[in-house]
C-alpha cells in the first residue's frame, strides 16, 4: 500500500517537483520512498510495506528494463497469477505483488487487468516508447487524480494535496462541485473540488504518449447486473464459499492484519471468517463509539461470541469537532457524512495495534442492504389509486405519515432518488446558492436499467455513485491518514460476479434486506446481529451541533461570498431552538468551510 504521484510537465525541474509532490503523501507509505526520473517524466512513492518487505522497494523493474512500475494496492491473487507467469518462462527478482503486475502487463497487455483480484491504482512507464499507462481499480477503492493543463495531462496522483506546490498550478474552487456537494453530500463529478483536476474514474485506464502528448481514457470494467433464475439453497450456500474465499485471500500479509467490528452484519460475517481461519490464534477486532450511542454494546456481543482481542474506543463531542479540520485537510474534497469522523478516530487507534484491517464495505450496495430498497414495494402497491386521489392528499399543507410514499407513486425513481443521501433538494440549493445551480444529472445511468426493478436500479445507482463517492473514500482517507490499509472483502471481484447474478427475491423478502446473505449465515454469527436492521454509523451530531459549534460557518471567506447567509442562519436557528432537526444541512457547510480553509487560507 503506497501513494504515488507523476508528473509530466516539460519545462519543470522534474526531480525537485515529484519529491514535493511525494513528500505530501508521506501519511500513506511512511516506511520507505521511491523515485525515477528522466527528460520526459518524474515519478515517485511512498510506501506503507504490506507484502515482501525486504525486496518490494519501488520503481520495480522488468527483466528487459524496459518498463517500470509504481503501485498503490493490494493483488489478492498474485502468487496464482506469478506460477502461471513462471510457467511461461518468466523470471521474477521479488516476490511482491507489484512485480506480478508489472510481468502480466508485459505478456498480455491491457487485457490483463480484468485478471487482477484486488484494489489498485498503478502507473507503468515504458522507457523506451515514453508512454505511461496508468489504471484505476474495478471499483474506485483506491484514489487517483489527474492534473490537466491545456488539455494535456501534465501530473497524477494518489491525493489532490500532490499538485497545490507545482510552480504553474493554479488553486481554484470548482463552484460546480461545491452545489452538488449539497444535493449529494460529496461531489458526484469527474471533475473535482479545484478546478482542472479530475478523478480517473473506477475500472478505468489512462494511457498517455508523451512524444505526442496524445492521451486515452477507456473503461475496462463495469458492474451490471446479470440476474439469473437461481435456486435458494445453492445460492446461499454459493455466498458462504465465496465470502470464505475471499476473506482468506484479503488476510494475505507479511504484517498483522486486523478488522473492524461494528454492531452489524456485514463486519461480523468478516471477523467471523477471519476468526476461523486464524483458528485458536485471536484477531484483533477494534470499534468506535460516542457519547450517548450503543455501538459499542452491539460490537462486543459479536467479539464475546468469537472471542476476539477485542479494543473499543467512545469520542465525545469535543474530541469529535476537534478533530474535524484534519480530516477536512485529508479528505482533498469535502464528504459531509458524519459518520466519516468516527472512521478517523478508528483507524488511529487500530494502527496502534496492526498494519492492515479488513472491513465490510459493499456489502451494502451488492447484496441490497440498504433500508430504502424496500420503499418500491410499499409504494408500489399504491400505484392502482387515481391520480387526482393522489394528488388531493398531496395538497395537504403539512406532512404526515405516508405523505412521502404518495409522492413516489407518482413520481419517477429517477425523479427522487439520485443516491443514499439527499441533503438540499434543488429548490433549496436555488435559496442558498447566489449563482446558477446546475445539478449533476444521473439519466445516462439511468438509461442503463430501465428494465429493471426500482429497488435493483436504486442498488445500481449506489454502486455507481455513492459507493465510490462516499463510502469508499472516507475509507480510504481516513484509514491512510493514520497509515492503516483498510481491504474490502465485499467488493472482491469473485464476490461481485455472484452478486450480479442474484435475482430480486434473493435480496429483499417480507422486509428483510440483504436476505440471502444473513441466510449464508445463518447459524455461524450470532442470531441477534444476523437479524438486526440496518443502522448505519450513527453519529449523534444532532445534538452535539450547539451554537459555538456553527460560528465558524458564518465566519467563512467562500461561504459568505457565495452563499445567502440569511438562509443559512435560518437553518442554523430552527436547529438550535429545535424546530427542526437540520444537523446533516448545517453539517454540509461546517465541512465545506473547513475545506476551504485547509486549502485556501
Known sequence: MCGIAGIFEKNLEKNEAIRGMVEKLIHRGPDEDGFFVDDMVGLGMRRLSIIDLSTGKQPIFSQNEKLLIFFNGEIYNYKELRDELVEKGKIFKTHSDTETIL????????????????????????????????????FGIKPLYYWKKDNKIL?????????????????????????????????????????????????????????????????????????????????????????????????????????????????????????????????????????????????????????????????????????????????????????????????????????????????????????????PFAYNRLKWLPKSFINLFLKIPFEYFGKNYLRRVKERLEDWYIGNASIFKKFEIKKLWKSEVKLHSLHPLYQKISGLSDSTQMQYIDIHTWLVGDILAKADKMTMAHSLELRVPFLDMEVAKLAETLPDNLKWKGGVTKYALREAFRNIIPESTRNRKKLGFPTPVRNWITEDKVQNILQNDYIKKHFNIKEIEKLIDEHIHKKADNSRKIYIFLMLGLWYDAFFK
Open 103 to 138: 510481468a502480466m502487463y508485459e505478456e498480455y497487455g491491457e487485457s490483463m487487468l480484468p485478471r487482477l483480484r484486488g484494489m489498485f491504482a498503478f502507473c507503468i512507464y515504458n522507457l523506451e516508447t515514453k508512454k505511461v499507462f496508468i489504471a484505476r481499480d474495478f
Open 155 to 375: 501530473a497524477f496522483s494518489s491525493e489532490i494535496k500532490s499538485f497545490l506546490d507545482i510552480p504553474d498550478f493554479k488553486k481554484e474552487v470548482n463552484h460546480d462541485a461545491v452545489v452538488n456537494f449539497l444535493a449529494f453530500q460529496y461531489n458526484p463529478l469527474e471533475e473535482t473540488f479545484f478546478k482542472h483536476v479530475y478523478k480517473l474514474p473506477p475500472g478505468h485506464c489512462m494511457s498517455l504518449d508523451l512524444a505526442t502528448n496524445e492521451t486515452k481514457i477507456e473503461k475496462y470494467w463495469e458492474f451490471k447486473f446479470k440476474q439469473e433464475d437461481l435456486k435458494e439453497k445453492e445460492t446461499i450456500r454459493e455466498i458462504k464459499k465465496t465470502m470464505e474465499d475471499s476473506v482468506a485471500h484479503h488476510m494475505i500479509a507479511d504484517v498483522p492484519v486486523g478488522s473492524f467490528l461494528s454492531g452489524g452484519v456485514d463486519s461480523s460475517i468478516i471477523a467471523t471468517l477471519m476468526q476461523k481461519i486464524r483458528g485458536k490464534k485471536k484477531i484483533k477486532t477494534f470499534t468506535v463509539g460516542f457519547s450517548s450511542l450503543t455501538e459499542g454494546v452491539e460490537s462486543k456481543q459479536t467479539s464475546d461470541f468469537l472471542q476476539t482481542d477485542h479494543t473499543e474506543i467512545t469520542i465525545g463531542p469535543d474530541e469529535y469537532f476537534n478533530a474535524l479540520s484534519n480530516a477536512a485537510y485529508h479528505f482533498d474534497e469535502p464528504v459531509g457524512d458524519p459518520s466519516a469522523i468516527g472512521l478517523y478516530f478508528l483507524a488511529r487507534e487500530a494502527r496502534k495495534h496492526v498494519k492492515v484491517v479488513l472491513s465490510g464495505e459493499g456489502a451494502d450496495e451488492l447484496f441490497g442492504g440498504y433500508n430504502i430498497y424496500n420503499a
